[in-house]
C-alpha cells in the first residue's frame, strides 16, 4: 500500500489517501473503511446523453465519486486465483474484491447529489478515507502497518514444480501470491533432447533467481523463513543454484538470509494451497512460532488450556473482558479484527478504548485476523477473550458491581430530595 496524502490532527480529524496494489492492501481497506466514512475513489458509470434531434447516446465513463458508506464488502477468491495456472511475467494476481456502496456527497456533472453508487476498488488507483468519528488510534496503526513494504511478511515461500514456481508472502493476514513464472521443460529424451532440456532448466533458474530477488524481501528482518517447497527434488536444485548465484554475485545479505532462514519441504502438488502442510511440518513450527499469525494460534492455546485449568483466569465475552479491564486485571487480550467493523460506532469506540486501557496497564492485545483459522475460532467465543494476571470471580465481581449499581441510585435519590 502507498500512502499518497495524509492529514489527521491530534483530534482524529482529516484524511488519508492510499493506494491498494495487491490483496493484502484490500484487506487493509475493508478493515480501515466504516459506515458513515467519506470515500472517494475512482468509478466507472454509464451516461446517457440525448442529442438535439432526440436520440440517446449510452457510453461508460470513469470518474471520481465521494460517497457517504453504507455497506462494504470483501470477497477473497483465493481458490479459483490458485486453479489458474497464470504464464503471465507481471505475475499480477489480483484475486480479492472490495465494494464500497454509499449515496453521493459531492456534485458531479454526470451522476446527482444523493444517488447511490457502488465502487469497485481497483489496485493502483487512489483512495481518500475520511472518518466520520475520527481516526482513532487503531484505525492509524493499521495504516502505519498497511503502507510499510513487507512489514506484515513473516514467511515468504517459493512453491515449486518442474519448469512452474510460485513466489508467496504469508502474514498475519493472508497468504498474498506476488508473483508466477513458467517455462516450458522439453522431457530429456535423446542426447540433443537432453542439451535443450539443460537450456530450458538453466533459463527456468535464471528467470527463477530474477524474480526471488523483486518479489521475496529477504533482506527484511521481520521475514522469518525462506521455504523452498516441491513435490520431488525441485526444491533442492532451486535452492542450490539461488544459493550459488547469491554467491557467484557476491550477495552476502542473501547468502546470509539463506543459510539462517531458508527451509526445503517436501509437499504432495506444486500448487499454494499445499502451504498448509508446510505450515504444519515439524521442520519448520519451531521457527514459526515467533511469527503473528502462529502468535495467535499460540495465544488462543494458552487461553483454552487456562480456561481447562484456571477458569477464574480466562474470561470471555464483551461485558465481563469489560469487567476485568477495569480492575487492570488483563495480562492478555484476544480480540477479533471484526468487532472493529461494527457498524454502530459507539461499539467500536469502546473496543478502541478497551485495547489502549490494557496497553495501559502493562497487558498486551493481540487482534487476530478472521481469516485466519484462530480468528475464526475466536469469534466463535464472541470474538473477544482474556488471559488475566490473577484470578477474579465473575460472580464476586458481578456482585460488587450491582452493589456499587445500588449505591449509585440511592446517592442520586438523596440528591433529588435534597434539591427538592
Not at 214 to 228: A, C, D, M, S, T
Not at 257 to 273: D, N, Q, T
Request: charged residues 25%.
Amino acid at each position: 500500500m502507498k500512502l499518497i496524502n495524509k492529514y489527521v490532527d491530534k483530534h482524529g480529524a482529516g484524511h488519508v489517501t492510499l493506494r491498494p496494489e495487491d490483496d493484502e492492501d484490500m484487506w487493509h481497506l475493508y478493515n480501515l473503511i466504516q459506515k458513515g466514512d467519506s470515500v472517494r475513489a475512482p468509478a466507472i458509470r454509464r451516461v446517457q446523453k440525448t442529442s438535439a434531434t432526440g436520440s440517446i447516446d449510452s457510453q461508460r465513463i470513469r470518474l471520481n465519486l465521494t460517497l457517504e458508506v453504507t455497506n462494504v464488502e470483501f470477497s477473497s477468491y483465493s481458490a479459483a486465483a490458485e486453479q489458474s495456472s497464470s504464464t503471465d511475467p507481471s505475475g499480477s494476481n489480483n484475486s480479492a474484491a472490495l465494494q464500497i456502496a454509499g449515496r453521493v456527497i459531492v456534485e458531479n456533472p454526470h451522476v446527482k447529489l444523493g444517488a447511490f453508487h457502488t465502487l469497485d476498488v481497483e489496485a493502483n488507483r487512489d483512495v481518500r478515507i475520511e472518518k466520520a468519528d475520527g481516526w482513532d488510534s487503531i484505525a492509524l496503526s493499521r495504516v502505519q502497518e498497511a503502507i510499510v513494504p513487507g512489514r506484515g511478511a513473516e514467511v515468504g515461500a517459493i512453491v515449486c514444480g518442474e519448469g512452474t514456481a510460485a513466489f508467496c508472502l504469508l502474514s498475519e493476514h493472508m497468504t498474498l501470491v506476488t508473483h508466477r513464472i513458467s517455462v516450458p521443460i522439453p522431457r530429456k529424451a535423446a542426447s540433443a533432447g537432453s542439451s535443450q532440456h539443460e537450456k530450458a532448466l538453466t533459463k527456468f533458474y535464471g528467470v527463477l533467481y530474477d524474480a526471488f530477488i523483486r518479489h521475496i524481501p529477504f533482506g527484511n528482518v521481520g521475514l522469518k523463513v525462506i521455504v523452498f517447497a516441491s513435490p520431488g527434488w525441485v526444491r533442492d536444485s532451486v535452492y542450490d543454484y539461488v544459493m550459488q548465484e547469491a554467491g557467484r554475485r557476491n550477495d552476502k545479505v542473501l547468502q546470509r538470509a539463506l543459510k539462517e532462514k531458508g527451509i526445503r519441504i517436501h509437499i504432495s502438488s506444486p500448487h499454494v494451497h499445499s502451504l498448509v502442510e508446510v505450515l504444519k511440518s515439524p521442520e519448520i513450527s519451531a521457527q514459526l512460532k515467533e511469527t503473528k499469525f502462529a502468535r495467535e494460534g499460540l495465544t488462543l492455546d494458552r487461553f483454552h488450556k487456562m480456561l481447562a485449568s484456571d477458569e477464574l483466569r480466562a474470561w470471555y465475552g464483551p461485558k465481563h473482558v469489560i469487567l476485568a479491564a477495569e480492575r487492570g486485571a488483563i495480562g492478555t487480550l484476544l480480540i477479533s479484527d471484526e468487532l472493529f467493523r461494527a457498524s454502530d460506532p459507539e461499539t467500536r469506540k469502546r473496543y478502541v478504548a478497551l485495547v489502549e486501557k490494557v496497553k495501559q496497564t502493562g497487558g498486551d492485545a493481540v487482534i487476530f485476523s478472521s481469516m485466519h483459522e484462530s480468528g475464526q475460532q475466536l469469534n466463535q467465543l464472541t470474538g473477544i477473550a482474556a488471559i488475566l494476571t490473577f484470578p477474579l470471580d465473575i460472580e464476586v465481581v458481578e456482585a460488587e458491581e450491582k452493589e456499587e449499581e445500588e449505591r449509585k441510585k440511592l446517592e442520586m435519590q438523596v440528591d433529588e430530595k435534597e434539591e427538592g
